[in-house]
């Protein structure tokens, strides 16, 4: 998993509550990213990060917000649940040395939202 | 933006048979391939990839095929065997973005 850890790795919680899921890293890798994987839609990106407190918005973001205040660390929140963010939710890295494109993924989290 | 169509979305074969996915491209930038397998309740794993100043490239009993004029690239995988069983990804990426666009996956069903 190059390294890379989720947790929690399932969670189950209801509608209106707030849920932060964490990517960590240990190679201080500077690009990170969150997706989503819903059956039929494949990977879809939600926010990445190119940096410490540097951060920007993918395909899906509306409901999502990040945070990255150190390398290793890249969180995704979901400040008010909706049942349609039930998903599984995969943190990746890219090491981007010779300008490589890629990616490399943790092994995801399963949030149910009830 | 990118738009990368996988085809089939469930192939079925007998171990020993050979496997091929399809994937097509719409941006002409686009100029890496990644090929990604992911096992149940695992993330996606790269298993080969390809860029586009390059036509083939081989792992064992894993190949990837680029047609650049035609936009489109495909993962073979001859003498499958039950472990080949998961679910398969290709992307695209490129262009001066290093954001890959997904497939939407092939379940790759191996009998034994």
């Known amino acids: 998993d190059a390294g890379i850890t989720q947790s929690p790795r399932h969670k189950v919680t209801e509608t209106g509550t707030p849920v932060t899921l964490r990517c960590h890293q240990t190679?201080?890798?500077?690009?990170m990213y969150w997706y989503r994987q819903d059956p039929g839609h494949g990977l879809r990106l939600i926010h990445y990060?190119?940096?410490?407190?540097?951060?920007d918005k993918g395909e899906v973001s509306d409901g999502y917000s990040v945070s990255r205040s150190k390398t290793e660390d890249f969180l995704l929140t979901l400040e008010s649940a909706t049942s349609s963010q039930t998903s599984v939710y995969f943190c990746?890295?890219?090491?981007?040395?010779?300008?490589?494109?890629?990616?490399?993924f943790g092994p995801g989290t399963r949030l149910t939202v009830l | 933006g990118e738009n990368v169509e996988q085809h089939p979305s469930t192939l079925s074969v007998q171990e020993g048979d050979s496997a091929v996915i399809k994937c097509t491209y719409s941006?002409?930038?686009?100029?890496?391939f990644p090929w990604y397998k992911q096992e149940l309740g695992k993330g996606p794993q790269l298993i080969i990839d390809?860029?586009?100043?390059?036509g083939e490239k081989k792992d064992q009993r894993i190949a990837v095929t680029l047609n650049k004029t035609a936009k489109h690239f495909s993962l073979h995988i001859t003498e499958t065997q039950p472990e080949d069983s998961a679910v398969y990804f290709c992307?695209?990426?490129?262009?001066?973005?290093?954001?890959?666009?997904f497939g939407r996956g092939t379940s790759l069903i191996v009998h034994p």
């Open positions: 990746a890295i890219r090491p981007g040395d010779r300008g490589t494109d890629t990616q490399y």
């Open positions: 190679e201080n890798h500077r690009y």
């Open positions: 990060s190119y940096g410490v407190k540097d951060t």
């Open positions: 941006d002409s930038a686009s100029n890496y």
């Open positions: 390809i860029r586009s100043n390059v």
């Open positions: 992307a695209a990426s490129g262009g001066g973005s290093y954001i890959p666009t």
